[in-house]
């Protein structure tokens, strides 16, 4: 148990630099000059919300992913300690939950996209570099 408490202190720092490398491009790209520059439209708004989402919803998954594999790593070392068990069976457990819960927000917002015709809801770009999903 211990292990695993040293191994979230140790990964948890280089994921909070990492989703900080992945939208900060966003911000430096979001500033405007409001003196020169006309008002945001709605397209962009819609393309930024996009891009939110769709960060938040790939880095969500690889934590689920993670999380269920540590779940599965400690079922294999709990030695058949009934309390060891029970806890990784529900790190497993919530690990399922959680990417079922992104899957089915990407779902609604594919359905949001489709039924709007906003197809940049679905867009996720990183300074020039764009990927649909």
């Given amino acids: 148990m211990e292990v695993v408490k040293q ?3 140790k990964i948890f720092p280089f994921f909070l630099v990492a989703f900080y490398f992945l939208v900060s491009p966003q911000l430096v790209i979001a500033q405007i000059n409001l003196d020169t520059d006309p008002a945001p439209t709605l397209d962009q708004l819609t393309g930024l919300f996009g891009r939110v989402i ?3 919803a790939i880095v969500g998954g690889f934590l689920s992913f993670i999380a ?3 779940g599965g790593f400690k079922y294999i070392t709990a030695r058949g ?4 068990i029970t806890a990784a069976q529900g ?4 690990a399922i939950i959680g990417l079922a819960l992104i899957i089915i927000s990407w779902l609604i917002l594919k359905v949001v996209a489709d039924f709007t015709g906003l197809q940049q809801l679905l867009k996720f770009c990183i300074g020039t570099t764009c990927f649909k999903l």
């Fill in 81 to 84: 300690d009934p309390k060891a």
């Fill in 7 to 9: 191994m979230r202190q």
């Fill in 54 to 56: 769709s960060i938040v």
């Fill in 68 to 70: 269920l594999i540590v």
């Fill in 91 to 94: 790190s497993i457990t919530w």
